[in-house]
T-cell receptor
Framework: EPEVTQTPSHQVTQMGQEVILRCVPI?????FYWYRQILGQKVEFLVS????????KSEIFDDQFSVERPDGSNFTLKIRSTKLEDSAMYFC???????????????FGEGSRLTVL | GENVEQHPSTLSVQEGDSAVIKCTYS??????FPWYKQELGKGPQLIID?????GEKKDQRIAVTLNKTAKHFSLHITETQPEDSAVYFC??????????????FGKGTKLSVIP
């Protein structure tokens, strides 16, 4: 069964350092997403990406965050200068197009746990 | 924006009993309501979903109901088994145009099925 894969599974970094989280979405999917989950809290939307550009982003996704699809298979989330409050599990997700633009199953990866010290 | 409330936060049931988890949403424009199961150390996995043009959907032991007027939807698991133990999240999608698909999640319900 096709799956979304994420690396690293866990990253520890110092406050102020740059972090890049990587994702390989399901190969025939066209829509890509990043969500995050602070420990014990709900899963929160960060950003959606389609046709090589951001289609929607939340208030959390400020200028410190950026996304990129550098080579047609990877989808990355970069945090330029990490803060303590960026510590969370970051989930990548992808979606095909069946059922129309606002339907269709979102497939999540297993997450990358970011710990900022 | 959309706000999704989920109750209860924890739920313990005896194996074989039913479990019900309830969610409410605020944005009447939401038209897609998935339920996700998250096992320890894993990402959320879709278990069932419902769209606003139907009131109920069933898949074996799992069913979901939707009341658009009251803006609430519920997950029903019958004949619970220990492997049903996990955190369950409801979500709602905001109808914000082609290509975008922002899910707003509830806070989750930790279901424990006691053998």
């Amino acid at each position: 069964e096709p799956e979304v894969t994420q690396t690293p599974s866990h990253q520890v970094t110092q406050m102020g350092q740059e972090v890049i989280l990587r994702c390989v979405p399901i190969s025939n999917h066209l829509y890509f997403y990043w969500y995050r989950q602070i420990l014990g809290q709900k899963v929160e939307f960060l950003v959606s990406f389609y046709n090589n550009e951001i289609s929607e982003k939340s208030e959390i996704f400020d200028d410190q965050f950026s996304v990129e699809r550098p080579d047609g298979s990877n989808f990355t989330l970069k945090i330029r200068s990490t803060k303590l409050e960026d510590s969370a599990m970051y989930f990548c997700a992808s979606r095909g197009t069946s059922g129309g633009p606002n339907t269709g199953e979102l497939f999540f990866g297993e997450g990358s746990r970011l710990t900022v010290l | 924006g959309e706000n999704v409330e989920q109750h209860p936060s924890t739920l313990s049931v005896q194996e074989g009993d039913s479990a019900v988890i309830k969610c409410t949403y605020s944005d009447s424009a939401s038209n897609y309501f998935p339920w996700y199961k998250q096992e320890l150390g894993k990402g959320p996995q879709l278990i069932i979903d419902i769209r606003s043009n139907v009131g109920e959907k069933k898949d074996q032991r799992i069913a979901v109901t939707l009341n658009k007027t009251a803006k609430h939807f519920s997950l029903h698991i019958t004949e619970t088994q220990p492997e049903d133990s996990a955190v369950y999240f409801c979500a709602a999608s905001i109808n914000s145009g082609a290509g975008s698909y922002q899910l707003t999640f509830g806070k989750g319900t930790k279901l424990s099925v006691i053998p």
